[in-house]
Structure formats: structure tokens, C-alpha cells
């Protein structure tokens, strides 16, 4: 199925979604092309915000803005997500989750991607409104969706490696 019905697959049943995408293999350029789908539209998400922000203070062109935000969003983001993904795969092994750090991967980038529209909605909101109670209160709802899928699609990879193993 393709990725953008996969993404609002993810809100009804994220589990079937998993158990598809943990179906296909080990796929870490897959992997990775979620990562930086993920990051390309939260990047775009920023673009309302940036302009708002260019129009206040023009000491700092739009074009910076962009720029400073791409190779925030596009370079340095996936590789601290990387590391976030290594984090939280020492921690489940720790807590005595065993899970191939691959299904740990795809679980959070998964989670971003398909939470990706709702940045999408909160940049608008930035742009539009500007810093405010609205804002935050979306910034939670950003916050909470994209934590939630994660700790959804997670349970259901500990939940299919465990059904896999005799």
C-alpha cells in the first residue's frame, strides 16, 4: 500500500499498519526514506512560521530563515533522531524489552511520518497566530500524537517479535 494511505492508516489502526511495514523485512533504506519524508514535511511545516517571523524582524531575510531550517531539519535532525532511536532501543533492553533494533527504527520514524500532517497544521497555526495559548496547546497535541503512535507502533513490534519467536 502506498505511504500516504499508510500515514492515515496510521490514525485508525497503527498496529496493522506496523505489522505490514515489520512485514516487509529489514528495509533500512526504507527506513530511512520515512526518516527524511518525515523531516522534509516538518521542514515545509516550518515555512509559515519563518515567513511570520521574516516580516517582524526583515534583519534576517526569509531565504536565511529557510536555509538555517533545512539544514536543521534535513541534516542534523535525522542524525539526532538516529541516536534518539539508539537511546530508546538501550532502554527497552534495559527494561527487559527485546526488540531488533531495526523494528525500534522504523517504529519512531514511523510515528513521525504519520504525525507529520498535524505539524503540518501547527506550523499553519504559528504562521497565522504567532506564539500564544492556541499554539502551545497544539504544540501539545503535536507533542502527544507523535509520542503516542510511537509507543503504539513499539508495543506492537514487541507484540509481533514476540508471536515470531518460538
Not at 515545509?44 to 517571523?53: C, G
Not at 497566530?129 to 499554539?135: P, R
Not at 497535541?141 to 503504539?152: E, H, K, N, P
Amino acid at each position: 500500500m502506498g505511504v500516504a494511505l499508510d500515514m492515515l492508516r496510521s490514525w485508525r489502526a497503527p498496529r496493522a499498519v506496523m505489522r505490514a511495514r515489520l512485514a516487509e523485512g529489514v528495509r533500512e533504506d526504507r527506513v530511512l526514506m520515512v526518516l527524511m519524508g518525515a523531516c522534509f514535511l516538518i521542514f515545509i511545516a516550518q515555512w509559515p512560521a519563518l515567513a511570520r517571523a521574516a516580516h517582524l524582524d526583515p534583519d534576517i531575510p526569509l531565504q536565511v530563515r529557510i536555509g538555517g531550517a533545512l539544514f536543521g531539519w534535513m541534516f542534523v535532525a535525522p542524525l539526532m533522531l538516529y541516536g534518539l532511536a539508539g537511546a530508546v532501543w538501550v532502554g527497552l533492553r534495559l527494561g527487559g524489552v527485546v526488540l531488533p533494533a531495526h523494528a525500534v527504527r522504523l517504529g519512531l520514524f514511523w510515528a513521525l511520518l504519520a504525525a507529520a500532517p498535524v505539524w503540518l497544521l501547527h506550523g499553519l497555526m504559528r504562521g497565522i497566530l504567532g506564539t500564544g495559548t492556541a499554539t502551545t496547546v497544539a504544540g501539545f497535541v503535536v507533542l502527544g500524537a507523535t509520542v503516542g503512535l510511537a509507543v503504539i507502533l513499539l508495543r506492537e513490534a514487541a507484540l509481533v517479535g514476540r508471536s515470531a519467536t518460538p
